[in-house]
Structures are given as C-alpha cells and as structure tokens.
C-alpha cells in the first residue's frame, strides 16, 4: 500500500496524489509531502525512490533489501535513517521488531516498512483528522514519529517488570525448569531491546545536536526531547537485566538449598537405618542355636533396634542437623 498526504505552501490539504503528480509537491518547497510505503514488494517501490526522489542507490538498497541496526546517514539534501517499534508477547515471551525506514528532505518525508506499524498508523490517522501537524514541516513531523515511537517502548518495559516480578515470587515459592526457562527467555528479551534501545539513543543525540540542513535549528530541542526519553529506557532497561540477574542468582541458590535439603534428609536416613543394618545383619548369621528360640532375646534386638535410631534422632535435632 502506497499513501501520501500533502499540505501545499498555501496551506491547502490532499491525500493520496498519484504518482505522476509526485513531482508537484516535491517542487513545492513551503509544503510538507509524506509518502509512505507500506508491504509493497521492493521492484515497485525502487523506481519511484530512484527516479522521484533522486536517493542514492544504495540508501534505496538499505532500506528495501537489507535489515539494520538503528541508524542515520546524511546524504546532503536528505537523511536516511533506521528505527525500529517493538512488539511483546508476554504470553509467549517474544519480542517482534517492526523496521521502519526514513528518508527526510526540506519538504518531504518518506517512510518506508515491511509490515504495518501501529504508531506509523496512528500518525497518519492523527494527521488526517488534524492538519496542523503539517504546518511545522517534515522535521517536526519525523519528531512526532519518533515521540510516539519512544511511548510504545515504556509499555514494553512495564510488561517486561511485571514478568520479572512474577517470576521472582514464583522463584522463592516453588521453582522448576519451566521457571528457569522463562528467566532465560526474559533475559534474551531484555537483551534485544538493549540492542535497539542503545543505536536509537545514538540516532536521536545526533538528531539532537549535529546540524542537519533539512532539520530546523528551533526544532532539535524535540529530538532533544526524544532522545532523553531513550536514555531513560536504557536505564530502566539496564536495571531490568540486573533484577533478571538477581532472579536467576536467587533460582541457582535456591535451588542448590532445596537439593542440600534433600541431600540433608537421604543422608540422615541412611545413618539411622545403618545400625539397623548392623543389627539385623548380626542376628541373621547362620548360629548353630537360633537365639531367637527364647523370646526375651528377641524382644531384646526389637527394642534395640527400635532404640537406636530413636537416640540418634534425639541427638540429630539438639545438634540442630535436622
């Protein structure tokens, strides 16, 4: 799917120019042109990029055949940059990343995904129903992108917390290899969002601060903004991989006492059935005279045997062994 949303430098507003008229827009330079490229296959979409825009070969190989790591290169009269939306799964412990490709120009702003992105979707909605977010121009139109980008990333930490919480509980309650399992899921999770978390907060610093000719100098304290937003999603994220690693500190000691215990207790058992052994070993020898012809020598080895794992029982719990 390929939509446009145009706001010409008169202020008048349109959606979905055909592609033979693109080059009006581009022409115009007090206006603001978005085009987004959405699921289209890459042979239908490079044309246009190529021959429209006039975008280097390869900033089009980027963004069409190649999965990136955020970035942002400048190419002189436009950006190319690179960030990605994530989707959790807290069910399935499955972190989705949904790429999105920017090229942003003094008057345009192309955006490009393989598959629909919520906030990419929520924007054009929002710009539909509100045009002034056209008036401040593309740079501040990427802004709102990125703003809104940076919001669905707190849920995801919140979900990721939770998880934590629920599986630190289930930790000091009653572990298993499912609980290990999920700890290690989590902490790929976590380790996936540092991954894009931290190259983000470099392409949002340089958005920041370097000087850009198409990015107005009155609107970098938004991506100034923005890119604080993300270094406190770096910390909080930070801080998640240490309580993940608290948790599975807490798994192996935990674990490691429970086998102790068991250890402790088939131990104490065989030491209390050993004299019994003993016993039932010595009075089963092959005599020439049962002993057990008279009674009260029975009775006598019972009581033994009865009497001697009693004391060491005794003697166990004031040792305090059990």
Same mark, same amino acid.
């Given at each position: 799917?390929?939509?446009?949303?145009?706001?010409?430098?008169?202020?008048s507003?349109?959606?979905?120019?055909?592609?033979?008229?693109?080059r009006?827009?581009?022409?115009?330079?007090?206006?603001?042109?978005?085009v987004?490229?959405?699921?289209?296959?890459?042979?239908?979409?490079?044309?246009l990029?190529?021959?429209?825009?006039?975008?280097?070969?390869?900033?089009?190989?980027?963004?069409?055949?190649?999965?990136?790591?955020?970035?942002?290169?400048?190419?002189?009269?436009?950006?190319?940059?690179?960030?990605?939306?994530?989707?959790?799964?807290?069910?399935?412990?499955?972190?989705?990343?949904?790429?999105?490709?920017?090229?942003?120009?003094?008057?345009?702003?192309?955006?490009?995904?393989?598959?629909?992105?919520?906030?990419?979707?929520r924007l054009?909605?929002?710009?539909?129903? +509100?045009?002034?977010?056209?008036?401040?121009?593309?740079?501040?139109? =990427?802004? #709102? !992108? /990125?703003?809104?980008?940076?919001? *669905? %990333?707190?849920p995801v930490?919140?979900?990721?917390?939770?998880?934590?919480d629920?599986?630190e509980?289930e930790?000091f309650?009653?572990?298993?290899?499912?609980?290990?399992?999920?700890?290690?899921?989590v902490?790929?999770?976590a380790?996936?969002?540092?991954?894009?978390?931290?190259?983000?907060?470099?392409?949002l610093?340089?958005l920041?601060?370097?000087?850009?000719?198409?990015?107005?100098?009155?609107d970098?304290?938004?991506f100034?903004?923005?890119? +604080?937003q993300?270094?406190?999603?770096?910390?909080?994220?930070?801080? =998640?991989? #240490? !309580? /993940?690693?608290?948790?599975?500190? *807490? %798994?192996?000691?935990?674990?490691?006492n429970?086998?102790?215990e068991?250890?402790?207790?088939?131990?104490l058992l065989?030491?209390?059935?050993?004299?019994?052994?003993?016993?039932?070993?010595?009075?089963?020898?092959?005599?020439t005279?049962?002993?057990?012809?008279?009674?009260?020598?029975?009775v006598?080895a019972?009581?033994?045997?009865?009497?001697?794992?009693?004391?060491?029982l005794?003697?166990?719990?004031?040792?305090?062994?059990?």
């Open positions: 799917m390929i939509r446009t949303l145009y706001r010409n430098s008169k202020g507003f349109t959606t979905d120019v055909p592609t033979t008229h693109w009006v827009p581009l022409g115009d330079d007090g206006g603001v042109f978005w987004d490229f959405g699921s289209e296959p890459p042979e239908k979409i490079e044309p990029l190529r021959e429209i825009f006039k975008f280097h070969p390869l900033a089009i190989d980027d963004a069409l055949h190649e999965s990136h790591v955020p970035k942002i290169n400048n190419w002189g009269d436009y950006v190319y940059a690179v960030f990605h939306g994530v989707d959790y799964k807290p069910d399935t412990i499955e972190l989705e990343l949904r790429e999105v490709d920017a090229f942003l120009g003094k008057n345009f702003l192309v955006t490009h995904h393989f598959e629909p992105v919520d906030f990419v979707d054009w909605s929002n710009c539909n129903t +509100d045009q002034r977010r056209l008036e401040r121009g593309p740079d501040f139109l =990427l802004y #709102d !992108l /990125l703003d809104m980008l940076a919001a *669905t %990333y707190m930490i919140d979900s990721i917390d939770d998880t934590i629920h599986l509980d930790t309650n009653r572990p298993t290899r499912q609980t290990l399992n999920t700890l290690f899921s902490k790929r999770v380790l996936a969002m540092r991954r894009v978390i931290s190259p983000l907060r470099e392409v610093n340089r920041a601060r370097d000087e850009y000719s198409m990015i107005d100098a009155k970098r304290i938004y100034r903004d923005v890119y +604080d993300f270094v406190r999603l770096a910390d909080i994220n930070e801080s =998640l991989r #240490d !309580l /993940l690693s608290g948790t599975l500190d *807490t %798994y192996l000691s935990v674990t490691s429970r086998t102790n068991i250890m402790k207790v088939l131990t065989s030491v209390v059935f050993l004299p019994l052994t003993v016993l039932t070993g010595f009075f089963g020898m092959n005599f005279t049962i002993p057990f012809d008279r009674v009260w020598l029975l006598f019972l009581l033994a045997m009865l009497a001697v794992p009693v004391t060491m005794i003697i166990f719990r004031r040792r305090k062994w059990i």
